[in-house]
């Protein structure tokens, strides 16, 4: 059910080096058979930003916002598409010299704020690809 006034939660997961290989973008893509939702090449000119550029090679995938008052419910779907690419994730990491960073964005209305529970198979996962976590919350 989506309601406006409802908490509404996005999880996103992002892969990221100095290196500027537009081929490693391909193969992760490739291996983990999932589409992006951006990448950046190290060097490329930032969007809307004057003299800006990419200062690393990024590649992301972010879910949709979700209306949801748990947490949960998102990162669930988000393990869903992930929790199996572990070893493929590592691979990469290894071969490409990059680091893992998992964001978890949360926009609230009035003052319904959801739960905010991240239980031990996303912390497993998170751990298990070495990744750093960074929770936004903003009030809409």
Excluded at 35 to 62: M, V
Excluded at 72 to 96: P, R, T
């Amino acid at each position: 059910m989506e309601n406006i006034n409802m908490p509404r939660i996005k999880i996103g997961i992002s892969l990221f080096t100095d290196k500027e290989a537009t081929k490693m973008m391909e193969e992760i893509t490739r291996l983990l058979e999932i589409s992006p939702t951006s990448c950046n090449l190290k060097g490329e000119p930032r969007l809307n930003a004057k003299n800006a550029y990419h200062t690393c090679s990024t590649w992301s995938y972010t879910t949709d916002y979700v209306y949801s008052f748990h947490l949960e419910d998102v990162v669930n779907m988000f393990l869903n598409i992930f929790e199996d690419k572990v070893n493929s994730i590592n691979f990469l990491k290894e071969k490409y010299q990059m680091d893992a960073f998992i964001d978890v964005c949360i926009v609230f209305a009035d003052e319904e704020i959801p739960s905010m529970l991240l239980d031990r198979s996303f912390i497993n996962f998170a751990n298990k690809i070495d990744a750093s976590i960074d929770i936004d919350c903003y009030k809409k």
